[in-house]
């Protein structure tokens, strides 16, 4: 009778536990829910305005506008700034991406080899990394300065006067000088995502390998990095979406000049919208930089998830 | 006879090259913010001062002093409201899934991609309608909301790997409620997420520039980013005030990084 007894008591407290969990589940959804949804206005209906916003002729700080349909797309594709902006984009992309891979790959290969001091090393490598891009900006003009810049009085010292620059005055090298800055700046948090990913490989897997007598350059290439695939792709998302959404370096080293020598996609659409009151026109380069990042971004969201 | 191999001479050179090139700019801004005017003139960029002095230290405090304070207000504001929110979302969407939850999950991480200039226009817009266009309510309001997203993963994440279900479903048969749960069991081992999400949102909303240049303005509402680029367009000559002015904006965050720099890692390589 007893057992019976506990069993109804211990069925009764289960279905009341189910009912309970379900309405505190509710509960809990209504907690997270202003959360959740601001996030969602925030990131997502104004994605969607900013769409609409491109759809318009609205210029000036002052809303009144018509939706005059894909007009400015049509502007946007027959202006010459748009196109220089987009190959400044793309050389930027080209260069500072795999740049910034290829040496924190090394650096995470180095801090491999049982270093000592390794966390000390990590911590300098990564020091760039915490400042702001307006700090970082005004270094390197300092670095870049033309009569007392660091740059050019270490080529002086080395006897390379004839190598010598305007750097960042020079039309035909500053978007150089500003990818070489950005290397500088993420070089030690792609050291750390490498890093990550090289550790995550178990050791015995690489001790089996120096076994059967593999040197330590067929250890890495044959046996690390195919497996620290993750890393490069999350590597490369993280720097591409960086490379498209560019601004505050740019802006701050020179407002995208000597020019139009630097004006990426992020910087023209600054300028159209808050120098020139295009809003609508600005909105339109907006669209554009949203759609490359998500053509790179979606793909390999839902591939992750999906394997989980 | 200490025998060291060529080749770990070899590394450690390697290694020592990229230390000087990650710390030469630093070097020489902190050498410059420390001369007279007429130093940095007669000196070169990067030799030490020879007659230290914080003349241009305090002058570029005195001119960014309020922008410190309000950049204060922000990480303060922004790191506690993301901070709860992210927990809680996190916890809700790693041991309290629901129908869609995964898509819905997707759909937050997807947020850390999104260009900031998509929100501009529209964020200016929504900030005038509530007028707070200008005011430094408008960049307290935007970053509660903005860390949330990169809070929730970096909490859902440890969530995932390193508080077992069984923790959860043994609190469920005691008879405790999600909330119960959450106080009791989830949040007393969240201590390090919490840390490593406060710090990651310090240094980001410490260092934003975009958003602070956009939805500010007068003097009194500039966050420090937003000052010191001011403060770079008006002094270009002065380049010992710059740095100056580089260096305290840095400060906050190079501290965070020299000293607590193993949470910050744990961040970025995912926890």
Redesign the interface.
Known sequence: MRTLNQNILFNATGVKQVEEGKKEKLIALLVILPGILSVFIFFYIFSGWNFIISLTDWEGFIPSYNIIGLKNYIQLFQDPLFWTSLKNNILLIVLFVPGVMIIGLCMAVLLDQRVRAEGIFRTIYLLPFSLSFVVTATLWSWMYSPRVGTINFILGKLGLTSLRKGWITDPNMVMYCIIIALIWQFAGYSCIIFLAGIRSIPHSQTAAAMVDGASNFTIYWRIILPQIKASFITAFIIFMCFALKAFDFIWVLNRGGPGYSAHILGVTMYKETFSFDKFAYGATYSTIILLLSLLIVVPFLFRIYKEK | MLNIKPSRIL??G??II??I??????W??IV?ALKSSQE??LT???TPPIDPTMEKIIESINLLKKPLMNSLILVFSGVMVSAF?GS??GY?FSK?R?PGS?Y????????L???????????V?TM?NLGLFGNLGALVLLYM??G??MCAFIFKTFYDDEIPDSYINAA?VD?A???TTYRRVVLPLSILPFVVAALLQV?VI?????WG??LTSGKANLPI??A??NL?GSFVAE?NL??A??LW??MP??I???FL??Y??RG???L
């Open positions: 590394l450690y390697l290694l990229f230390v090139a990650s710390l030469l700019p630093l020489t801004c410059t940095v003139i070169t960029p990067i929110f809680f979302i809700i309290h629901f995964i819905m999950f997707i759909l937050i991480v997807l947020c991609y999104i260009p900031p200039q998509v929100q501009l226009i529209p964020m817009r005038s909301l903005f949330i997203p469920k008879g409620g999600i909330w240094v410490w260092n934003d520039f975009i240049l956009v980013t937003v010191m680029a770079k380049w710059q740095m002015g580089a904006v840095s965050t190079l965070i990084f020299i720099g193993k910050i890692i970025y390589s995912g």
